[in-house]
């Protein structure tokens, strides 16, 4: 099987910063595209940043200038680094990775979040 497990979230001070860590196991042949997701309850989960496999990135224009997603394919790993953070970037983080297992399978993985509290 595959798994996301994510690492760093916490409670940080407004303008302060975190530095999440996802690290995917299992029978993995391939990663694509890895990502970070955030929702909030009774919200969608909305989009925070993405990373390709070449290492383009995509981002919400929430987080532009704020944030970077990373990604370290030695150790299957994709990071978010969140710098001035903001009490509305409060929230549980998801991050997602297309992956091929080593049965030939392709599909979306999800990790099981980790909170992310900034208080003012």
């Known amino acids: 099987q595959v798994q996301l497990v994510e690492s760093g979230g916490g409670l940080v001070q407004a303008g302060g910063s975190l530095r999440l860590s996802c690290a995917a196991s299992?029978?993995?042949?391939?990663?694509?595209?890895m990502g970070w997701y955030r929702q909030s309850p009774g919200s969608q989960r909305e989009l925070v940043a993405t990373i390709a496999g070449d290492g383009s990135t995509k981002y919400a224009d929430f987080v532009k200038d704020r944030f970077i997603i990373s990604r370290d394919n030695g150790k299957k790993t994709v990071y978010l680094h969140m710098n001035s953070l903001k009490p509305e970037d409060t929230t549980v983080y998801y991050c997602?990775?297309?992956?091929?297992?080593?049965?030939?399978?392709?599909?979306?993985?999800w990790g099981q979040g980790t909170q992310v509290t900034v208080s003012s």
């Open positions: 299992g029978i993995i042949f391939s990663i694509n595209t």
């Open positions: 997602n990775g297309d992956i091929t297992s080593l049965l030939g399978t392709t599909r979306t993985y």
